[in-house]
C-alpha cells in the first residue's frame, strides 16, 4: 500500500506569509506526529495526534504554528507569518496505534524555506 | 530529561568493510525501546533496527546489528559488508512508554558515506 505522503515536496516564501503543510499517513494508521529538522540536526517533536485530536502539542515552538487533523486522517500543519527560522524540513509520521514499540513510518518531508 | 549524543558527524568506510556508529542516551526510566533510522539524500527517514531496553538480546536485522549496553546506556550500531545503498545519515533515537505521546527522542545524526 501507500506510504505517507506529504505535499508539496518543496515550499519557498516570503517572510511573514502563511503557509499549510499537508500529511497523508498511511491508511488507518491512528496516531499521526509532526517533526521539524533543521539543516544538519536531528527532527524535533512539534505534535502528536491520536485520532483527530492533538494529544500533545508541547513541540510547537509558539503560537504561530497550529495543526488540524479533522477527519482523523489528513493533516495540516499552519505556520502563520512565517519567519527565517522557520526554514526547515517538516516531517511527518504516522503509526498503526500510539505505542512507544508501534514503528514511526515518515513521509520524504516538505522543505520550506522563508526567504 | 532523556537525551541521546551521537558523537560521531561523519564516518566513511570502504565498501564491503564493517562500520559501527556510537550512540548513547540518558534515561532515568527503566522501561524504553531504542531505534536507529536512515536517512538517505531522498530525505525518506527508514527505520533499520529496533531494541527493547528489557530484552538482553541485541537485535539483529540482517546485515545490521546492535551492541546494547544497558549499563553504560550504549546503543551502537553495527553495519556488516557495507554497501553503496547504506550512505545516509544515521539517527539513533530513544521512545518511553511512560510518556504520554511517545515521541522520538533523537540524537544529531552521523552521516555515513560508503566509498567504491
Known amino acids: 500500500g501507500a506510504g505517507v505522503s506529504q505535499t508539496p515536496s518543496n515550499k519557498v516564501t516570503e517572510k511573514g506569509k502563511y503557509v499549510e503543510l499537508r500529511c497523508d499517513p498511511i491508511s488507518g494508521h491512528t496516531a499521526l506526529y509532526w517533526y521539524r529538522q533543521s539543516l544538519g540536526q536531528g527532527p524535533e517533536f512539534l505534535i502528536y495526534?491520536?485520532?483527530?485530536?492533538?494529544?500533545?502539542d508541547s513541540g510547537l515552538p509558539n503560537d504561530r504554528f497550529f495543526a488540524v487533523r479533522p477527519e482523523g486522517s489528513v493533516s495540516t500543519l499552519k505556520i502563520q507569518r512565517t519567519e527565517r527560522g522557520d526554514s526547515a524540513v517538516y516531517l511527518c509520521?504516522?503509526?498503526?496505534?500510539?505505542?512507544?514499540?508501534?514503528?514511526?513510518?515518515f513521509g520524504p518531508g516538505t522543505r520550506l524555506t522563508v526567504l | 530529561a532523556q537525551t541521546v549524543t551521537q558523537s560521531q558527524p561523519e564516518m566513511s568506510v570502504q565498501e564491503a568493510e564493517t562500520v559501527t556508529l556510537s550512540c548513547t542516551y540518558d534515561?532515568?526510566?527503566?522501561?524504553?525501546?531504542l531505534f536507529w533510522y536512515k536517512q538517505p539524500p531522498s530525505r525518506q527517514m527508514i527505520l533499520v533496527i529496533r531494541q527493547e531496553a528489557y530484552k538482553q538480546q541485541n537485535a539483529t536485522e540482517n546485515r545490521f546489528s546492535v551492541n546494547f549496553q544497558k549499563a553504560a546506556k550504549s546503543f551502537s550500531l553495527k553495519i556488516s559488508d557495507s554497501q553503496l545503498g547504506d550512505t545516509a545519515m544515521y539517527f539513533c533515537?530513544?521512545?518511553?512508554?511512560?510518556?504520554?505521546?511517545?515521541?522520538?527522542?533523537w540524537g544529531a545524526g552521523t552521516k555515513l558515506i560508503i566509498k567504491p
Open positions: 534515561t532515568s526510566e527503566n522501561n524504553y525501546y
Open positions: 509520521a504516522s503509526s498503526s496505534q500510539a505505542g512507544a514499540t508501534n514503528e514511526q513510518f
Open positions: 533515537d530513544s521512545s518511553h512508554p511512560d510518556h504520554s505521546n511517545y515521541q522520538l527522542i
Open positions: 495526534f491520536q485520532g483527530t485530536g492533538a494529544a500533545d
